[in-house]
Every structure is written in C-alpha cells, then in structure tokens.
C-alpha cells in the first residue's frame, strides 16, 4: 500500500459516508460524481480495500470502511484544526469575520450583517468576499473563510447551519403589464427560461422548483453571464427569467410573483461555518441575530 494519501479523496470518502449517497457528496463538493467516485476508487486502491458497496438500495460501508471511516474523519478534524489554528496565530488583524457571498445574496441581508456583527460582545471588522458557490464551499472547508451566506440549496455535511433569509421570486418576461398578476408555477411551466451557469445557485434552485413538483424544464439554448443580461435577453423575446426580487435592476422592470398553488415562491438563504472554527462563538451569534431579524 501506498502510504502518502491524498487529502481530497480522504475528504470525498467522509463525505460519501456521511450523505450515504455518491451524488449527494458530489454537489455538495461541487465536483461531477465521476471525478468524486474516480477519487475515492484511487483511495481505495492505495488503502488496498473497498470503504463503500453500492447497490439499487443505495451505498452502505464495508466491514473495511467501517473501520476506516471513523479514523479518516477523526484525521481530518485534526487537519482542518491545526489549518484553522495556524491561521489564527499567525494572520495579522485578528480582530475580523470573512464572510463569504454569493452573487445571489442581497444587499439589505449584507447591511444586516454588517450590523450584526458590531453588536457582537467582541466588535469585529467584516470582511467580504464574493465568489461563487464551489469556490465559497472550498475556501470555507478549508479555513480561508470564517462564514458564508449561500442559497440553501446544496447540503454541506459537517458544517453548522442557520436560515438567515428568505425572498420572493419574480418571473420577468418580455411585455408584462405593471400591474399583472402573479404568475402560477403550472402557467411558468409552458414558458422558455434563459438561466445563468450554475455557479450562484439560481440555476440549482429553478431545477430544483421545477423536480420538485414534477415538472419538466424548457430552457433558452444559450446562458446569461449576470442579472442584467437576463432582463437585456428577455427584451428581445429569447425567453423569460426567474430571479429574487431584490435582483431586479429596477422595480420598473417588468416582472410577476411566481405563485405554487396560491403560495408566493421564495428562495431561502443561510449562513453555513465550521463548529470547531475559534470564531465558533461569534460565529453562531451572528448567525442567529440575522436568523431573528429575517423579515
């Protein structure tokens, strides 16, 4: 056996036990199933034996992976503590929070949270970053971000969890009176949607709206880089676009509620950090004070 292990498969097999679930671990790393399932076989193969079988009934562990396993999340614990730690004594300016954003986030919750964060017992300066969602999800795996305000669309095991806020969608669509009235997610359905890549999580959560309720998805061929070229794209008749209120670049801009059988849709947001972080603290306090302030 191989003894030098290589810390991604490590962390794709504890994933694996956890979700129970291949492509569960997989979205929530970011990464194509077959690059996580390709990571975990080298890991086996330089363990010299199999941690997972998997069958129409799902993934199980192996009487080997139930042995592995344990100590595999133990080391990582360790890894990710003396990371964390080094960070911690090393990095001028200890007094701060980086919080991490997706571009989907608003700028109300952002206020809120600069808010929040001088009336923490301890005043920290906020640092934010923007990125998108695997780049939020690695930088705060690995310790380069104290928090992250996400759409809660994809599970990350292993880390702390608060809902922090939730917005209405609106469908904008080419020729929409000002005052028309919200749109049903069934009537939604016989139209064409121009999406964006899937790096925000507004592309998740539409297909995720549309499986839900088993509907199928019609899309534009092409994909929108921003929120405004949605609004430009759907001017020019290409299609309609789904997109939290608070996206719009103006109210005047045409759009509708998107109803569900009466309900307003809304997609929800939360902040995600690490348990074992030093800020750990700070850190579930703010989460909560954003949690008692969502409108």
Known sequence: ?????????????????????????????????????????????????????RSPRGVTQTAFGSRILPLIGRALDALDAVAAEARRLTEPGGHKIRMGLSPLISSQLVARAFSMVQDLPAPRDLVLREANMQELRECLLTGQLDIILIPAVTAMPRFEHRLVDVEPIVVVSPGTAPDAAPLELEEAGKE???????????????????????????????????????????????????????????????H????????????????????????????????????????
């Open 256 to 295: 509708r509620p998107l109803f569900n059988d009466g309900r307003e849709v809304q997609i929800s947001f939360e902040a995600v950090w690490n348990a074992d972080s030093p800020l750990a603290a700070d850190l579930l306090h703010l989460a909560d004070s954003l949690a008692a302030s969502r409108p």
């Open 192 to 254: 064409s949607f121009i999406l964006v890549p899937d790096a925000c999580g507004l592309t998740t959560f539409t297909t995720q709206l549309f499986q839900a309720n088993e509907m199928p998805l019609r899309t534009y061929a092409g994909a929108a880089a921003s929120y405004q070229v949605l609004e430009d794209w759907t001017k020019l008749g290409l299609g309609s676009a789904m997109v939290p209120r608070s996206k719009l670049t103006s109210p005047d801009v045409p």
């Open 1 to 53: 056996m191989n003894d030098r292990l290589n810390l991604e498969g490590l962390r794709y097999a504890q994933a694996v036990a956890e979700t129970k679930s291949f492509s569960a671990a997989a979205r929530a790393y970011g990464v194509t199933q077959p690059a996580l399932s390709n990571g975990i076989a080298r890991l086996e193969e330089r363990l010299g034996d199999k941690l997972f079988d």
